[in-house]
Structure formats: structure tokens, C-alpha cells
């Protein structure tokens, strides 16, 4: 759907609105203002006091923060629902933050052919949405797009992870950054490295299963298989922060 053709203003002061999936919001990181698109926009010093002073809060006082990312969503989640909240929203934001596409690929999880099918389509999908974005977005504004981690840790070892096993499912992951990354160069959208980022914190720092949002061992950067605990929350953060300041 094309942009909302009506104006409307521009913010007062710097508005940051977070789109996407699990991987941007609160839950699993320990409650409100603890997921990575809240630490972006207001570190917690408590926890993470070498980010003291390096947030969108900080930067600008006048900042305000929409968080619009659910749990569970997908490329359709963000076309019919989020971009819709978007469009509805009184200003225009300034930054915008979208993590999206691998609860798409987990939805055909152990099939290569139709993973490779969802990829194209996820390209597709975030091509549309980012159209509509940048035609919403504040003159200047900036839209950061996340790639996906990988809780194996590139080790593809799906038994340690209590999953089927799915020799592809690298590669497959892989695939679908590289569309993330090539669809957002193409609509001038930074890239943010969470892929990378997370290297490291799942399968070789512990049991990405664990559920607690706080573990002891803060190189564990998962809980429940697939999201960011609090800790991983710092992790999102830090790639959305480095592709802003790129």
C-alpha cells in the first residue's frame, strides 16, 4: 500500500519507532525497557554501565520511542498490522528499526526447497515495506534493517539445540541475510549486524534453551531456543547503535 498521501508533522524532537519480530521487544529480556530497540533509545546503566551516555535518550532529550515490533511476527505481521500502526502514528519518526524474517523461515523448518521459496518472498516482503517506510520516514530520517542470528552458532547442530536435524539450515540463514543486506542497500536502509553480533553468545557460550532472561553467564546471549535475554537485548543494541554511527 502506497504512503498516506494526507501530511502530517514532522516530531518536535527526534522519534524512534522500532518494527519487527521478537528479536526488538521487551518480553524476553526481562519486562519493559529491557529489550534491545528500549536500550537503543534508553540504556539501562544498571546493567550495562559502559553504555552510559551512548543512547538515543542521551543524544537528544526530546526524544520519544514507539515500540511497534510483537512477538511472533512475520513479513505479513509487518505488512497488514505494524506498517498500518506506522501510518497511524501523529508524526513522522525519525529512525526506524525492523528485525524481521526468521520466524518466516521457522515456519518451514527442515525443508530447504521451501525455505529457499520464503527467503525470495521475505525479500520481496521488506522490499515493500521498506518503500513504504522511507515515504513516512521524516526528511533525513534513518532505517536500519537487522540481519538474523543463528543460535548454533554456525555449528548447524540442531540435536544439541533440540531440533530436528537440518543440514541446510546454515546456509539457509545465510541466504536470507544476504537478501536482508542487498534488499536494504538498495533502498539506502543501514544494516545492522546482529548476525555477527550474536556470533559466539549461542551453542559455544551455553544452552540457548535456557529460559531465564538473566543468566549468570552473560556470554549467553539466548533463552527459549530463539530469543534475546536480557543480555542479547545489549547485543541488538550494539548492532543497531554501530549501523546508526557507521
Given at each position: 500500500?502506497?504512503?498516506?498521501?494526507?501530511?502530517?508533522?514532522?516530531?518536535?524532537?527526534?522519534?524512534?519507532?522500532?518494527?519487527?519480530?521478537?528479536?526488538?521487544?521487551?518480553?524476553?529480556?526481562?519486562?519493559?525497557?529491557?529489550?534491545?530497540?528500549?536500550?537503543?533509545?534508553?540504556?539501562?546503566?544498571?546493567?550495562?554501565?559502559?553504555?552510559?551516555?551512548?543512547?538515543?535518550?542521551?543524544?537528544?532529550?526530546?526524544?520519544?520511542?514507539?515500540?511497534?515490533?510483537?512477538?511472533?511476527?512475520?513479513?505479513?505481521?509487518?505488512?497488514?498490522?505494524?506498517?498500518?500502526?506506522?501510518?497511524?502514528?501523529?508524526?513522522?519518526?525519525?529512525?526506524?528499526?525492523?528485525t524481521i524474517g526468521g520466524n518466516d523461515l521457522l515456519s518451514v523448518y527442515g525443508d530447504s526447497a521451501a525455505a529457499?521459496?520464503?527467503?525470495?518472498?521475505?525479500?520481496?516482503?521488506?522490499?515493500?515495506?521498506?518503500?513504504?517506510?522511507?515515504?513516512?520516514?521524516?526528511?533525513?530520517?534513518?532505517?536500519?534493517?537487522?540481519?538474523?542470528?543463528?543460535?548454533?552458532?554456525?555449528?548447524?547442530?540442531?540435536?544439541?539445540?533440540?531440533?530436528?536435524?537440518?543440514?541446510?539450515?546454515?546456509?539457509?540463514?545465510?541466504?536470507?541475510?544476504q537478501a536482508l543486506r542487498g534488499v536494504a542497500g538498495r533502498h539506502g536502509a543501514a544494516v545492522a549486524d546482529i548476525?555477527?553480533?550474536?556470533?559466539?553468545?549461542?551453542?559455544?557460550?551455553?544452552?540457548?534453551?535456557?529460559?531465564?532472561?538473566?543468566?549468570?553467564?552473560?556470554?549467553?546471549?539466548f533463552c527459549r531456543l530463539i530469543e534475546p535475554n536480557a543480555w542479547g537485548a545489549g547485543g541488538v543494541r550494539t548492532?543497531?547503535?554501530?549501523?546508526?554511527?557507521?
Amino acid at each position: 500500500m502506497p504512503p498516506d498521501p494526507r501530511p502530517f508533522p514532522v516530531a518536535a524532537g527526534p522519534f524512534y519507532v522500532a518494527l519487527g519480530d521478537s528479536i526488538s521487544i521487551d518480553d524476553y529480556a526481562g519486562g519493559p525497557g529491557r529489550g534491545g530497540a528500549s536500550l537503543l533509545f534508553r540504556n539501562r546503566d544498571d546493567d550495562f554501565p559502559d553504555w552510559r551516555g551512548r543512547d538515543l535518550l542521551t543524544v537528544d532529550p526530546g526524544t520519544t520511542f514507539a515500540l511497534l515490533a510483537t512477538d511472533g511476527a512475520t513479513t505479513r505481521t509487518l505488512l497488514q498490522a505494524q506498517l498500518r500502526r506506522l501510518r497511524a502514528l501523529p508524526e513522522r519518526p525519525t529512525v526506524v528499526t525492523l528485525t524481521i524474517g526468521g520466524n518466516d523461515l521457522l515456519s518451514v523448518y527442515g525443508d530447504s526447497a521451501a525455505a529457499r521459496e520464503v527467503v525470495a518472498r521475505v525479500e520481496a516482503a521488506v522490499d515493500g515495506a521498506l518503500a513504504e517506510i522511507a515515504g513516512l520516514v521524516a526528511p533525513g530520517g534513518r532505517i536500519v534493517v537487522g540481519t538474523v542470528y543463528d543460535p548454533s552458532d554456525g555449528t548447524g547442530d540442531a540435536v544439541r539445540l533440540g531440533l530436528p536435524p537440518w543440514t541446510d539450515a546454515v546456509a539457509v540463514i545465510d541466504e536470507l541475510n544476504q537478501a536482508l543486506r542487498g534488499v536494504a542497500g538498495r533502498h539506502g536502509a543501514a544494516v545492522a549486524d546482529i548476525a555477527g553480533t550474536f556470533h559466539g553468545h549461542g551453542l559455544r557460550a551455553g544452552d540457548p534453551a535456557r529460559p531465564e532472561a538473566r543468566p549468570a553467564e552473560r556470554d549467553l546471549w539466548f533463552c527459549r531456543l530463539i530469543e534475546p535475554n536480557a543480555w542479547g537485548a545489549g547485543g541488538v543494541r550494539t548492532a543497531f547503535w554501530t549501523a546508526l554511527h557507521a
